[in-house]
């Protein structure tokens, strides 16, 4: 199983990013995906979840409203839109799957949101 995740930077408060994590290894279609992000000194939180086919997404209530999962399964690829971003949402971002009762992670995306 390999995750990469990309498009993580540096973004003003009220910017705009859209981060991609491309899947292998796997029969992508047949599991979720789900975000994470961990913040400097805090925990790792999830973020949103997308079900297998995308019909169904979750999210966390502190980026409800803002932040869009979606996936391609005939990319192999989850994607987070993020909007409204806030200086709050600065974390590293992690693509999540989980499979046969294991976590697989990729190595992470630096967002930072600052004037």
């Known amino acids: 199983v390999q995750l990469v995740e990309s498009g993580g930077g540096l973004v003003q408060p009220g910017g705009s990013l859209r981060l991609s994590c491309a899947a292998s290894g796997f029969t992508f279609s047949t599991y979720a995906m789900s975000w994470f992000r961990q913040a400097p000194g805090k925990e790792r939180e999830l973020v949103a979840t997308?079900?297998?086919?995308?019909?169904?997404?979750n999210s966390a209530d502190s980026v409800k409203g803002r932040f869009t999962v979606s996936r391609d399964n005939a990319k192999n690829t989850v994607y987070l839109q993020m909007n409204s971003l806030k200086p709050e949402d600065t974390a590293v971002y992690y693509c999540?799957?989980?499979?046969?009762?294991?976590?697989?992670w990729g190595q992470g995306t630096q967002v930072t949101v600052s004037s």
């Open positions: 999540n799957a989980y499979i046969g009762w294991k976590n697989y």
């Open positions: 997308i079900t297998r086919a995308g019909g169904s997404t």
